[in-house]
């Protein structure tokens, strides 16, 4: 920022309290005008569980890529490292209780990314941290630069206290076959032997009508089973990645966060159908997730 810019901007309020204002979340992801990803599906759900969210951009634009058009921008590694760094400025990295990623838009983003959290990490301030690593899916392949996985294998992984890809992703991060049940335990387990504690496989091939989520610690491993919808939306990774956050800073346990995450976005997903709408109801997720009584979809341990 310029310092003429600085002066026009910058002036004292009156009145105003000192106190630093609470924090629980920090996602970095992209944002939309029109519909529901990044952290403009991951927000309203944080929001809606009560929790209190800074909002970093890594992109802006008019829609996702699923429309004939497609308007905005890719935000400059230099804006982001900026945005990153007034945080910095303002206490927020070192009080939130959780940091998450998503979409960066950018290997230049990524790194500007990982350059920040390497210099909380060698200070000892960096927070708990939950990487979506978003590269693509099954249907669309990559939709990412393909420098932006080794980013997330060289350089974040390290740094992830857990990790949500789906199959496709969990595959190429992993260098191996993961779609299916036993491949994607193997692929998950060669993950946490690059510095998580956690992985959260979404989106695995189950049965003809059946897809499983695995969340695998390392000791001890669980399966989730969920029926199969015909439909494909953007941002269901994200209302997966927002209700297990929102569960964890609960302190309820990654099972039964994993099974609040896959309760929030299957509902999500029905209403979705049942209303015709062409974007993901996130509104639908958070009251699904959060009823009281057995799981719908239970964490088996396998």
Do not use: C
Not at 168 to 178: C, I, S, V, Y
Not at 191 to 209: F, I, K, M, Y
Not at 244 to 262: M, V, Y
Not at 284 to 300: I, K, L, N
């Amino acid at each position: 920022m310029s310092n003429t810019l600085e002066k026009h901007l910058v002036h004292d309020r009156r009145n105003r309290p000192g106190g630093p204002s609470p924090v629980d979340v920090v996602t970095v992801q992209s944002q939309l005008a029109y519909g529901y990803a990044g952290n403009s599906a991951t927000v309203p759900v944080l929001r809606m569980l009560g929790l209190r969210v800074v909002e970093v951009p890594t992109t802006l634009f008019s829609n996702t890529p699923f429309y004939p058009t497609l308007r905005g921008r890719v935000l400059p590694a230099d804006w982001l490292a900026e945005l990153l760094q007034g945080l910095d400025e303002r206490g927020v990295s070192t009080r939130t209780g959780l940091l998450q990623s998503g979409y960066f838009g950018s290997v230049a983003n990524g790194q500007a990314f990982a350059d920040w959290l390497e210099r909380h990490h060698r200070a000892g301030t960096a927070p708990r941290y939950l990487l979506d690593p978003v590269i693509g899916d099954l249907h669309t392949g990559p939709y990412v630069e393909p420098g932006l996985e080794a980013v997330f294998v060289e350089r974040l992984l390290p740094l992830a206290w857990m990790v949500t890809p789906n199959a496709f992703e969990l595959e190429r991060l992993a260098g191996q076959p993961a779609l299916r049940e036993a491949e994607a335990l193997r692929a998950a387990r060669a993950l946490l032997r690059r510095g998580p504690e956690w992985v959260l496989a979404h989106s695995v091939q189950g049965g003809e009508d059946e897809l499983l989520t695995l969340l695998v610690g390392r000791e001890r491993a669980w399966r989730l089973a969920s029926p199969r919808l015909d439909v494909d939306v953007a941002g269901t990774g994200d209302v997966v990645t927002a209700v297990l956050a929102a569960s964890l800073l609960r302190g309820e346990p990654p099972p039964r966060a994993a099974e609040r995450a896959l309760a929030g976005v299957h509902a999500a997903l029905e209403s979705t159908l049942a209303h015709g709408w062409e974007e993901l109801d996130v509104q639908a997720a958070a009251p699904a997730a959060f009823t009281e009584g057995a799981p719908r979809f239970q964490a088996v341990e396998v």
